[in-house]
């Protein structure tokens, strides 16, 4: 096997390792977003009993034995302190993440820097992803004929950079959603959220599953 061959393998395992970081970080999202409409009605709830209480009772000690440490407080704190935790996962995926792009262009080398924002987009006109898959197969099917039952190192190349392309804007889509969460998240706010973390906007999925039938190509070259 060549030598971008088997870096085209490599970068393809990361890019799938990314994928199921990516899942892992749309959980944690989620659970985000139920926490927080938790917390926000256990704050609700905590505010109307006390002053419900405190107006029954005339008190104001009794107002101020349900404030500061009573059991509706505590019951927001703690998923005050879920909250948090889910910030720090987050922001610890994103770390990973980020990892894991330096380390796709290490294995690409000068691949992904070579090839400008045109040109991808140019790329992607040229795989014409509205032929959908089969289209594209047959299109690799030619390359393999013309090039002795092989893709050339041009098209591993720029399917590289194009995908690396693709997960460099995803990262950022992500980064930004993260920073923008708290307590003031509106509900519809979270709900758009969570609907670009799932749907990834800026990833074409028909150029993955191309790339993947590249490296089942491969695997069948070396059995």
């Known amino acids: 096997m060549a030598a971008i061959e088997e870096s085209f393998k490599l970068f393809m395992d990361w890019v799938l390792y990314l994928n199921g970081l990516h899942k892992l970080g ?26 419900r209480v405190a107006a029954a009772a005339h008190s104001q000690r009794l107002s101020d034995f349900l404030g500061p440490g009573s059991w509706l407080e505590n019951t927001s704190k703690a998923l005050d302190a879920k909250l948090d935790s889910a910030i720090a996962r987050l922001c610890s995926y994103l770390k990973e993440a980020h990892d894991v792009l ?12 070579d090839y400008s924002e045109q040109e991808v ?19 690799d099917q030619a390359t393999r004929d013309a090039n002795q039952g092989r893709i050339s190192f041009a098209e591993y190349s720029s399917m590289m950079a194009l995908i690396y392309k693709m997960l460099e804007e995803d990262y950022h889509m992500q980064k930004q959603i993260v920073d923008a969460l708290g307590l003031d998240t509106t509900s519809e706010a979270l709900t758009e959220y969570c609907t670009m973390w799932l749907q990834q906007p800026c990833i074409k999925s028909l150029v993955i599953e191309r790339a993947l039938s590249w490296t089942k190509v491969l695997g069948e070259s070396m059995s």
């Open 121 to 139: 987009t140019m790329q992607l006109e040229r795989f014409n992803l509205s032929t959908g898959i089969e289209g594209g197969l047959a299109a």
């Open 26 to 51: 749309e959980q944690i999202l989620v659970e985000y977003g139920k926490n927080l409409e938790a917390y926000r009605r256990a704050k609700s709830e905590e505010a109307e009993y006390i002053a």
């Open 102 to 113: 330096n380390y796709l262009v290490g294995i690409s080398k000068d691949a992904i820097k």
